[in-house]
């Protein structure tokens, strides 16, 4: 593997104001983050709106924890929190792979701009596993030394390769949604399962080959 499993009594970082949000010095983590406009607003309203109903149907109020979602969650059962992520997280996947918005890593130029960040630095500053470019949103496997590391290098991802596109279709602002989802991997098991999702999600989008770019990791 790329790196470490997630080891539950190892030093933690969980930072709301940063992401990837959890981290781990070493830890292999998977990361989506997506187009800024690859979810449109009535969609994500709705979703709001579920969730709040979801929570109260719990007997949680989300104004109590001053609407921030992980809060509320992280006070139910594991049970219900595993609950509350897999019903919400199948919402989004499904959502990304219904190709909303401009789509612009579609084109084989912009997704290698993508593809070509996130292996400048494989095996200096990270390690890189598996990952794809899909039209709206991109998977990828990494594993980073430092927490702080995992920070910058993120930043600059989303940086460089936002520059980069804006400057070749001539807009200007956010190309990426600033708040990407990231997991840290927990199990061998669950390892094998995120490499094999990574690799059919063109399948479950019907996408056609140069539609997208994908690396397999040796």
Not at 28 to 36: E, L
Not at 56 to 83: H, P, T
Request: aromatic share 12%; net charge neutral.
């Amino acid at each position: 593997m790329i790196g470490e499993l997630f080891d539950p009594l190892s030093e933690l970082v969980i930072d709301e104001h940063y992401r990837p949000h959890w981290s781990q010095a070493g830890a292999i983590v998977f990361v989506t983050f997506r187009t800024k406009d690859s979810i449109p607003r009535s969609v994500l309203e709705r979703w709001h709106r579920e969730k709040v109903e979801w929570l109260e149907s719990k007997g949680v109020d989300l104004r109590s924890y001053d609407g921030n979602f992980e809060l509320a969650v992280a006070g139910l059962s594991q049970e219900d929190v595993n609950a509350f992520r897999k019903e919400f997280n199948r919402k989004r996947e499904m959502c990304l792979d219904e190709c909303h918005g401009r789509c612009l890593l579609r084109r084989s130029e912009f997704a290698m701009i993508v593809a070509d960040s996130l292996m400048h630095f494989d095996r200096e500053r990270y390690r890189m596993g598996d990952f794809i470019v899909m039209p709206n949103h991109v998977h990828l496997l990494v594993a980073f030394r430092t927490s702080e590391q995992m920070r910058r290098q993120f930043n600059s991802w989303l940086h460089w390769t936002a520059t980069k596109i804006n400057r070749a279709v001539g807009s200007s602002g956010h190309f990426w949604q600033q708040e990407p989802f990231d997991h840290l991997v927990r199990s061998n098991e669950q390892y094998a399962y995120l490499r094999d999702y990574i690799r059919d999600n063109p399948k479950k989008a019907n996408l056609s080959p140069g539609e997208y770019y994908y690396r397999r990791a040796d």
